[in-house]
């Protein structure tokens, strides 16, 4: 055995240590939703009182489309940054941002039109608490990789993101997608074969 | 690594104000600094629980007994279970793992430090919530002062109805809190082992105990997450009106005993397998043998993490489910015993025919060996659900669960600091005060729980604050609190024994125990960034390659 002198052996072969941490994170959160998925459907029918999905419930369409298409503006703005095309990153950046925005502005419209339209609460019924903390819990996920792609935004327009950057952001790029097939989940779940 | 890295010695440090010392310990992201402090809040909660045990055994030690109310008696074995596993055996283990795990790969410190420091306080923190329970608990209600839901917390008492103050509020969010804290600490865990090994150090080669924190990291993700989600919905349930757990409004009673045990079990597992781990690298080194099938442990490990996943159900035999549920899940927890007697075997392995030296560390692990057995067998009797039926909710239960605890996993946390006491501190622990503990708590601890099985069987439920007499339970009350006693002095010692090596025990010196792990290649205690260069390791044992270059270990694999 010998001494070696590379200030940090392995960067090479071994995994990328935030990639590991970020996975590591994604298994945890996916065990969280996990449960709250099987309260969802546990509980599908067994409100006692109403109103019940299939009378108040309306797909979101529009809104679904809008966050499954930022996990491909979030993909392609890494894909530039690490080509050193700042000017694309950025762009493509600020359209997930914009596209997750737009997501929970539906979801604040959905609960708005069902809080005062419908009179469901998280304490009406068996529905409203399992659909509100469902989403909820989903909608905090946004919210959380909102602010971190904004973090990310600011320091790109002051200029610091460059390639070099890249697989940080690239890491940020994971729990945007994870976010965007929890929704999947939730979609499926809720609007699918909740009702 | 051989001589640069062997060579560096600790180097003296003038005396500072003791505000500065505190204010390092306070802000430090060191991962030693953050393991010995994991450790002393863990040493600190195992004295309060312990007190609390002691409350139990005094109040139980004979019939109508009124040493204290059912009201406290209520809170205090709630407090006992809680903070033994979450603020005692969590904070405990995650500390050994903090402190060895970076020095046994040969790195310099844990992936992300940072995330490390804000792990421990926000464990920390749960710990402070779960007490300030005392004094904040009753709330406007005048309603008792800690919680006193036990330490499953089963629906419907936690709701408001029938856990009105905040009690219950303080033991949801000190969980919750600390479960972040625990799944910060994994996921650091697995990120250090998979991408910061030193060049050389295969997973094929990394030390045991490396091997099974990362297995336990793994765990912890799939078994804290599932506790967090639980949490959440019962805030929502107290907090904002929610019903998951409400039976008035359609909510299922059952659903929290789920979501409970699917956390609860893989915990248990969460804390054994550390002691597991413990003990593979402490029997090699006391028997002078690398130990017997390596990879083969390894795989058992894997697959007790899995089976361990889906046994969770056998804590609610009693709930009345169908049978096809009950052969499943009685099943599934036989079938854990495959893959630990499998490790059993491997440590008899590993000592059979070894130079073993029974040295205070060993003594240990041959009494977890024989301890573990046991409890593994009584949980074979509980896993078959008739049995089951008759016993679930007595102190059958009671005395096997902390016979895997205790008898198991203590027994090898106490094996681990006699063995790496010396690392972490440069002195030796007294070899006769480390005798005198093990033989005292050893008896202490067989005197408890061999005798609390009996009344369990004769029909003693668990969580009663008193008993009639005549029964057939009185004298053996009696004994198991003399027990109880015996394993208190039995602390005491320890701690005592803690203490005074800090200052008057026999200079250890790097490796004094002729160890062949990485951090017995750096001094004692280890400088601040481990390893003056980076190690290079060609074998599982590397320092027996370092000492024995005639015939090292790489030549065979």
């Known amino acids: 055995m010998s001494a070696i002198t590379t200030p940090f052996p392995g960067a090479g072969s071994l995994p990328y240590r935030g990639k590991v941490a970020m996975a590591s994170l994604i298994f945890a959160e996916s065990a969280i939703f996990t449960i709250f998925v099987v309260a969802y459907l546990f509980y599908v029918g067994k409100s006692l009182t109403g109103p019940t999905p299939q009378e108040v419930l309306e797909t979101p369409i529009f809104f679904t489309i809008c966050l499954l298409s930022s996990s491909l503006t979030v993909h392609f703005a890494g894909k530039s940054l690490e080509r050193g095309k700042q000017g694309a990153f950025l762009i493509l950046w600020s359209l997930t941002i914009l596209l997750g925005g737009l997501f929970l502005y539906g979801t604040g419209r959905e609960w708005h039109r069902l809080i005062y339209e419908h009179g469901l609460t998280i304490s009406t019924n068996l529905f409203g608490t399992t659909y509100y903390s469902l989403v909820g819990l989903h909608a905090f996920h946004v919210t959380a990789g909102l602010v971190m792609l904004g973090i990310v935004l600011m320091f790109a327009l002051a200029g610091r993101v460059g390639a070099d950057q890249f697989r940080r952001v690239d890491v940020l790029a994971l729990y945007w997608h994870f976010v965007d097939a929890v929704w999947v989940v939730v979609f499926t779940v809720v609007y699918i074969l909740g009702r | ?557």
């Not at chain 2, 793992?97 to 490390?116: E, K, S, T, W």
């Not at chain 2, 159900?313 to 009693?318: D, E, G, K, S, V």
């Not at chain 2, 005798?435 to 009663?464: E, Q």
């Open chain 2, 1 to 557: 690594m051989s001589s640069d890295a062997m060579a560096i010695r600790n180097v003296e440090i003038e005396s500072r104000p003791w505000v500065e010392t505190l204010h390092g310990w306070l802000t430090t992201v060191d991962h030693k600094r953050l393991g010995i402090l994991y450790i002393l809040y863990a040493l600190f909660f195992l004295v309060v629980g312990g007190l609390e045990a002691t409350i139990i055994r005094i109040q139980l030690m004979r019939p109508h007994n009124d040493f204290v109310s059912p009201q406290v008696f209520n809170r205090m074995f709630t407090m006992h279970g809680t903070t033994m596993i979450f603020f005692v055996a969590i904070p405990v283990l995650f500390g050994f793992a903090n402190y060895l795990v970076p020095l046994m790969i040969g790195a310099r410190d844990m992936a992300f430090p940072r995330l490390n420091a804000f792990s421990f306080w926000l464990t920390a923190l749960g710990g402070f919530l779960l007490y300030f329970s005392f004094l904040g608990g009753s709330g406007l209600y005048g309603a008792g002062n800690a919680p006193d839901i036990g330490w499953w917390a089963y629906a419907p008492l936690t709701s408001r109805a029938f856990s009105p103050g905040h009690s219950s509020d303080y033991w949801t969010i000190s969980l919750l809190v600390a479960g972040f804290g625990s799944i910060g600490t994994a996921i650091n865990l697995i990120a250090t082992i998979l991408s910061m090994r030193c060049p050389g150090m295969k997973l094929s080669r990394m030390p045991l105990l490396v091997w099974l924190n990362l297995i336990m990291a793994g765990m912890v993700i799939l078994a804290i997450s599932p506790l967090t989600a639980a949490q959440i919905m019962l805030a929502i349930d107290r907090y904002l009106g929610g019903h998951f757990f409400d039976t008035q409004s359609g909510g299922s009673a059952t659903l929290w005993m789920h979501f409970f045990w699917i956390f609860g079990h893989p915990e248990v597992y969460v804390l054994v397998i550390p002691a597991f781990a413990f003990v593979s690298e402490i029997i090699p080194v006391f028997s002078r043998k690398p130990i017997f099938g390596y990879p083969v442990m390894v795989g058992a490990t894997v697959c007790i993490g899995f089976v361990s996943l889906s046994v969770w159900a056998h804590h609610m035999f009693t709930i009345g489910m169908n049978s096809y549920a009950n052969s499943f899940f009685a099943i599934t927890t036989m079938a854990v015993g495959v893959p630990t007697g499998i490790k059993i075997f491997n440590w008899l392995g590993t000592m059979w025919g070894g130079r073993i030296q029974f040295k205070t560390p060993m003594l240990f692990c041959i009494a977890f060996l024989f301890q573990f057995l046991i409890a593994g067998l009584t949980g074979v009797m509980l896993g078959s659900a008739p049995f089951n039926w008759q016993l679930s909710g007595s102190y059958f239960v009671v005395a096997h669960f902390h016979y895997v605890i205790v008898g198991g996993i203590l027994f090898a946390l106490f094996a681990a600091f006699y063995y790496w006491y010396p690392k972490v501190t440069g002195r030796m622990l007294s070899e006769s005060l480390g005798k005198l503990h093990f033989w005292l708590f050893l008896i202490g601890f067989h005197f408890t729980f061999d005798v609390m099985h009996v009344p369990g069987l004769l029909g003693m439920p668990r969580r009663i604050y008193t008993y009639e007499p005549g029964r057939g339970w009185d004298t053996l009350n009696f004994i198991v609190t003399i027990g109880a006693f015996i394993q208190g002095i039995a602390i005491l010692v320890f701690v005592w024994n803690l203490i005074v090596s800090y200052w008057k025990g026999d200079k250890a010196g790097n490796d004094p125990w002729d160890a062949w792990t990485l951090e017995w290649s750096v001094s004692s205690p280890p400088p601040e960034y481990n390893f003056g260069s980076i190690p290079v390791v060609a074998s599982r044992r590397p320092l027996w390659d370092l000492k024995h270059p005639e015939d090292p270990d790489s030549s065979y694999e």
